[in-house]
């Protein structure tokens, strides 16, 4: 298994382009998450979903939007780039759980985006 | 969802024992407390997780106290490559499983 991979690496944007943060996990996990993590900080949720077609807000959502049209993909999509959307940015997955069980987070590796 | 408040920044010697302390004092009943490990340039790795009371792995423990409004992760004989920054967090189930990292405590090994 790969695992959750994330692509691309590394992009640099200009302010007001747009740009698609591609997701996929092949452990058929159910739950998907987008994070940000600025420079010296701590991960904060985007966006999360706990399966094919229902997504829902997290902390931080404003000028992100998400979709998910299968169980392995859960792509970020940024509109109108901001330098305030500098980060690295991490996707990660659990699989299915109930009340009083616990599933670790499996993550990606990241995305480190620049909007100059 | 809770917050949790740990140390900035902790120094250590290789074959120490580290002991890293975290407060969650508004954590709720259906909480669990979840350490995570992170590399730089890396994504998050989960280390361990509880509820109450002691959990052991291959790697690690973790110190629940009864009031469970703090948590204590103990790290045997740490090396060089501990070095890494450590996040505790309460994992909150909902409708979703969701986690809310906190800023994290930097471990330093020494030689």
């Known amino acids: 298994n790969a695992g959750v991979t994330q692509t691309p690496k590394f992009r640099i944007l200009k302010i007001g382009q747009s740009m698609t943060l591609q997701c996929t996990q092949d452990?058929?996990?159910?739950?998907m998450y987008w994070y940000r993590q600025d420079p010296g900080m701590g991960l904060k949720l985007i966006y999360y979903s706990v399966g094919a077609g229902i997504t829902d807000k997290g902390e931080v959502p404003n000028g992100y939007n998400v979709s998910r049209s299968t169980t392995e993909d859960f792509p970020l999509r940024l509109e109108l780039a901001a330098p305030s959307q500098t980060s690295v940015y991490f996707c990660a997955s659990t699989g299915l759980a109930g009340v009083n069980l616990y599933n670790e987070q499996f993550f990606g590796p990241g995305t480190r985006l620049t909007v100059l | 969802l809770a917050k949790t408040t740990q140390p900035i920044s902790m120094d250590s010697y290789e074959g120490q024992e580290v002991n890293i302390t975290c407060s969650h004092n508004n954590i709720a009943t259906n909480d669990y407390i979840t350490w995570y490990q992170q590399f730089p340039s890396q994504g998050p790795r989960f280390i361990i997780q509880g509820y109450k009371t002691k959990v052991t792995n291959e790697v690690a423990s973790l110190f629940i106290p009864a009031d469970r409004k703090s948590s204590t992760l103990s790290l045997p004989r740490v090396s060089l490559s501990d070095t890494a920054v450590y996040y505790c967090l309460v994992a909150s189930w909902d409708s979703s499983y969701k986690l809310i990292f906190g800023s994290g405590t930097r471990l330093l090994v020494r030689p």
């Open positions: 452990m058929n996990h159910n739950y």
